[in-house]
């Protein structure tokens, strides 16, 4: 108590100041509604500024909760459009396939046998076999399965061999990759007698037990001919890009195993 005794006797000018000043805003502000009015203008534009800075935050901490829930509405749409997607086109029925969603967390692409690391494994259902598609198309296959992650072996590795069609004429090939440019591979064993346009879109192959039919690959930008194998190639640009981490779809053909059974001899 005396310490505060001290604090305004030795600042009695100060104190007394400030205390007429208080009063004097206090009288000012309340026989004027000028005065008033300006002062709450500062109060709520104050409380505007504060609400969109911890909106902007919670908006922020929230993305991860609003891709989640994007991924699981794309899931179903995809499913529900694959239901209907040249249904009559493919061997095994295209309504059979259900998705699941996951990300890419590491991808190689400057060695020869390149890889994808996708953060969903057994526990979730995944199993060596299934096909694994981007946002804009194919991006390879799961080649082994942990409890949480699974490998996948992609078009750029001199391993993977996809089927895939020329939408324009429904004629098939195989898909390798030989190393090289990772935004590129090869589509070979074409028949020669088939006249391929640069820009022709190669899909997957309706015949296909890992995919639905149709799903985007790539596009053709040159054509090689060998005529005396009475076959043409053509190197593709794919529609994917390996060297970013992305949204992945985990692609689940619940008939592949009876189509298994009925094949082999």
């Known amino acids: 108590?005396?310490?505060?005794?001290?604090?305004?006797?030795?600042?009695?000018?100060?104190?007394?100041?400030?205390?007429?000043?208080?009063?004097?805003?206090?009288?000012?502000?309340?026989?004027?509604t000028i005065h008033q009015s300006y002062f709450w203008e500062k109060v709520l534009n104050s409380q505007a500024r504060w609400h969109y800075f911890t909106?902007?935050?919670?908006?922020?901490?929230?993305?991860?909760?609003i891709n989640q829930a994007l991924r699981i509405e794309n899931n179903k749409?995809?499913?529900?459009?694959?239901?209907?997607?040249?249904?009559?086109?493919?061997?095994?029925?295209?309504s059979q396939f259900e998705w699941s969603s996951g990300e890419i967390i590491y991808s190689s692409v400057n060695l020869k046998n390149n890889l994808l690391i996708l953060n969903r494994g057994d526990?979730?259902?995944?199993?060596?076999?299934?096909?694994?598609?981007?946002?804009?198309?194919?991006?390879?296959?799961?080649?082994?399965?942990?409890?949480h992650y699974s490998r996948i072996i992609p078009i750029i590795n001199s391993e993977s061999r996809i089927s895939g069609i020329i939408k324009r004429t429904g004629h098939f090939g195989t898909i390798v990759w030989k190393g090289g440019n990772?935004?590129?591979?090869?589509?070979?064993?074409?028949?020669?007698?088939?006249?391929?346009?640069?820009?022709?879109?190669?899909?997957?192959?309706?015949r296909s037990t890992v995919f639905p039919s149709g799903?985007?690959?790539?596009?053709?930008?040159?054509?090689?001919?060998?005529?005396?194998?009475?076959?043409?190639?053509?190197?593709?640009?794919?529609?994917?890009?390996?060297?970013?981490?992305?949204?992945a779809y985990i692609v689940f053909n619940n008939l592949a195993s009876e189509l298994d059974e009925i094949v082999k001899p």
């Open 182 to 206: 990772p935004n590129f591979a090869q589509i070979i064993d074409l028949p020669l007698e088939i006249k391929l346009n640069i820009r022709d879109e190669i899909i997957t192959d309706p």
């Open 1 to 32: 108590m005396q310490n505060i005794l001290r604090f305004l006797v030795k600042y009695r000018v100060l104190s007394i100041f400030l205390i007429l000043q208080f009063l004097g805003l206090s009288i000012t502000y309340s026989k004027s």
């Open 215 to 247: 799903w985007p690959i790539g596009y053709i930008t040159e054509i090689i001919k060998d005529s005396s194998n009475h076959t043409q190639s053509a190197t593709i640009r794919l529609f994917v890009d390996y060297k970013k981490t992305q949204v």
């Open 55 to 65: 909106s902007s935050w919670t908006s922020y901490f929230e993305l991860n909760d």
């Open 123 to 147: 526990s979730e259902g995944v199993m060596s076999g299934d096909g694994i598609l981007g946002p804009r198309g194919v991006l390879g296959v799961v080649e082994k399965t942990s409890s």
């Open 77 to 94: 749409l995809r499913t529900e459009l694959n239901g209907q997607f040249n249904k009559s086109s493919n061997l095994v029925d295209s």
